[in-house]
């Protein structure tokens, strides 16, 4: 069963309109990583988070993690065409805890209808 | 500018060849990881190293070799033993593990 659930698998909004993605482990994280992809490209670091209730915010982009540690929403605000690409979550996972590497979800594709 | 550099971008290989992916790193960062994605599965680890000379297997190395003989280089060879290697490779590096990784663009190889 895959470790970190992400949802949706693929996601159309209009542009302008706020949406909201997902990601779930059924693990306590030590930490989770918010990475945007460009097709064939490679993945830009968005935020990180490692601390329970923990929320962060940049331009029009938040994320937070929740109390249990077990899950994190990215929410887009007003989106815009330049938001359109795919959004990985990547966690440091128990027993390693990061030092063996992130445990990726299979990420969620965004399209931005003009 | 610092940052991590993957070569080359498209790699095309016969069957039954070994070829070799490079990735070079000027961060200064300690931990090197390889990962392997293909469509609808995210990405996989296939081999990290936390520091020179030392290396450990992820969750899918069956087929693949790598070296750690500098800090700033991580290369990965695909060998004739990796079943379905076309895929898109992902190179990164980390500062220490609880820090946030930082990709190349990656490699895409395709077998022929």
């Known amino acids: 069963s895959q470790e970190l659930e992400q949802s949706p698998q693929s996601l159309i909004v209009q542009e302008g309109k706020n949406l909201t993605i997902n990601c779930t482990s059924s693990?306590?994280?030590?930490?989770l990583y918010w990475y945007k992809q460009k097709y064939g490209e490679g993945l830009i670091f968005l935020m990180m988070?490692?601390?329970?209730?923990e929320e962060k915010s940049h331009e029009k982009i938040t994320a937070k993690l929740d109390e249990k540690k077990q899950q994190s929403s990215l929410h887009i605000t007003a989106s815009q065409p330049s938001h359109a690409g795919i959004y990985l979550c990547?966690?440091?996972?128990?027993?390693?805890?990061?030092?063996?590497?992130?445990?990726f979800g299979k990420g969620t594709h965004l399209i931005i209808q003009p | 500018d610092g940052g991590i550099t993957q070569s080359p971008k498209y790699l095309f290989r016969k069957e039954g060849q070994n070829v070799t992916l490079s990735c070079e790193q000027n961060?200064?960062?300690?931990?090197m990881y390889w990962y392997r994605q293909d469509p609808g599965q995210g990405l996989r680890l296939i081999y990290y190293?936390?520091?020179?000379?030392?290396?450990q297997k992820g969750d899918i190395a069956e087929g693949y070799s790598v070296s750690r003989e500098k800090k700033e280089s991580f290369p990965l060879t695909v060998t004739s033993a990796q079943k379905n290697p076309t895929a898109f490779y992902l190179c990164?590096?980390?500062?220490?593990?609880?820090?946030?990784?930082?990709f190349g663009q990656g490699t895409r190889l395709t077998v022929v």
């Open positions: 990164a590096s980390s500062q220490g593990a609880r820090d946030e990784a930082f």
């Open positions: 693990k306590t994280l030590y930490g």
């Open positions: 988070l490692q601390k329970g209730g």
């Open positions: 990547g966690a440091d996972l128990p027993p390693g805890g990061g030092a063996d590497g992130l445990t």
């Open positions: 961060l200064n960062h300690d931990a």
């Open positions: 190293s936390q520091i020179v000379n030392d290396f």
